[in-house]
């Protein structure tokens, strides 16, 4: 009889988050999200040049994660929100500092590029 595998006993835990966040589309919706609660057409103009059906799973996954709450307001026509969590506002916290770092180095790095295929 096979069971379910506990947290521990799941590949390296790096890997397993870096996996699910480390997409496309992630990281831009979270960090879209860390500004303000949005509403799911004004967060797709927000981030640009995403689909809807892409955006709707990145959401899903996110939510499915803990990264991201979806809220549901009984109006007509219903009105959905979606806004990090406190998890998801905790993860900003490194996350600014890679995002700052790949600011402040994306430079070095397009010029390494450049000299390596030259």
Request: with cysteine; net charge negative.
């Amino acid at each position: 009889m096979t069971s379910e595998p506990t947290p521990f006993e799941q590949p390296c835990p790096i890997r397993d988050v870096l996996d699910r966040i480390g997409d496309q589309w992630s990281l831009l919706v979270l960090e879209a999200l860390s500004e303000q609660t949005w509403r799911f057409n004004t967060l797709q103009r927000e981030i640009g040049d995403v689909s809807k059906q892409m955006l709707s799973k990145t959401l899903r996954r996110l939510e499915q994660d803990g990264f991201v709450t979806r809220t549901i307001y009984p109006e007509v026509p219903p009105r959905v929100e979606y806004a990090l969590t406190d998890l998801g506002r905790s993860f900003m916290e490194p996350l600014n500092i890679l995002i700052n770092w790949a600011d402040v180095h994306h430079l070095a790095i397009v010029e390494s590029r450049r000299a390596c295929r030259e």
